[in-house]
């Protein structure tokens, strides 16, 4: 980059584009708004189908911090439970292009955080029939249930299985032959989206 503007290191060295990043945050929205514009005209990218997770990362800090601040102890993925941690939740399209992301307090239960992402998606693309792929433990029934019963638009969803209901139902489909199984799951994913 300093290249390109002809100016020297300094202007590039990490810390300096790390400083930026709290001037870039408050244009976020219409950031994104437009990298997905051009995204779509630039390489076609469609976005009716939505990948979300999340993810944590954690801080060797000395707590306590402010209340406000978003550094607190939760489930950690990393096996850290002595450290503070923020959570990060992430939308990209199956191509890898993001379209809109979250930092959240550590101490934030996955299952509360798809009834927001839902809504902020479409509130900054506008509603369209998409469906969307996530970890087993990210929706709640009570948001699946929403999902299934959007009106107009439909809201489809593939996610996992809980290992608990996997477990009833294992002893049933090790009995069946596999095409039965396969015809029997695809025929229930189906009736779930309706």
């Not at 002595?82 to 990060?88: A, H, K, L, N, T």
Request: proline share 5%.
């Amino acid at each position: 980059m300093g290249d390109l503007l002809d100016e020297d290191f300094s202007l590039v060295e990490k810390n300096a584009l790390y400083r930026c990043l709290d001037k870039v945050l408050k244009h976020k929205e219409e950031l994104f708004g437009h990298l997905r514009q051009r995204w779509q005209d630039l390489f076609g990218a469609r976005f009716d189908v939505l990948l979300y997770d999340l993810t944590s990362t954690y801080f060797e800090s000395d707590p306590p911090f402010e209340e406000t601040d978003k550094r607190q102890f939760g489930y950690s993925r990393d096996k850290r439970s002595d450290c503070v941690q923020v959570v990060i939740g992430l939308i990209v399209t199956p191509e890898g292009f993001p379209l809109a992301y979250e930092v959240l307090p550590g101490n934030t239960s996955d299952k509360t955080t798809l009834r927001r992402f839902l809504r902020k998606i479409e509130e900054q693309y506008g509603k369209a029939e998409r469906i969307w792929l996530m970890d087993r433990g990210v929706p709640t029934e009570e948001v699946l249930s929403e999902m299934r019963s959007s009106i107009p638009v439909p809201i489809y969803y593939l996610v996992g299985t809980p290992k608990g209901r996997l477990s009833k139902l294992e002893a049933d489909l090790l009995q069946r032959p596999l095409a039965e199984c396969a015809s029997r799951c695809g025929s229930q994913s189906l009736a779930s989206r309706k």
